[in-house]
């Protein structure tokens, strides 16, 4: 079963950094796209960054800058640094990738539950 399972997130103050991990697990045939996302308090959830196989990146235009996004296929891995915190960004932080499990099924998203960044004023 294919399981992705962030980690890193916790309290840090304003002007900090914290760097996010995204971990896949289980068996699949291809990954393209993966990313990050948050979605604060009584707000939708957003894109904050993007990564294609290829390594292109994308960001929304409140954190350039300030996040970057990368990926480690070796490791089944990606990461978002977060440096320049600001209480805005307080948010859970969920992981996306495009999965393909197998070769004769459609991609789809997967998702992971979510790790907690709070910046303090």
């Known amino acids: 079963q294919v399981q992705l399972v962030e980690s890193g997130g916790g309290l840090v103050q304003t002007g900090g950094s914290r760097r996010l991990s995204c971990e896949r697990s289980g068996s699949i045939f291809s990954i393209s796209a993966m990313g990050w996302y948050r979605q604060a308090p009584g707000k939708q959830r957003e894109l904050v960054a993007t990564?294609?196989?290829?390594?292109?990146?994308n960001y929304a235009d409140s954190v350039k800058g300030r996040f970057t996004i990368s990926r480690d296929n070796a490791k089944n891995t990606v990461y978002l640094q977060m440096n320049s915190l600001k209480p805005e960004d307080t948010a859970v932080y969920y992981c996306n990738a495009l999965i393909k499990e197998r070769q004769w099924v459609p991609p789809r998203d997967y998702w992971g539950r979510g790790t907690q960044v709070t910046v303090s004023s």
């Open positions: 990564i294609s196989s290829g390594g292109s990146t």
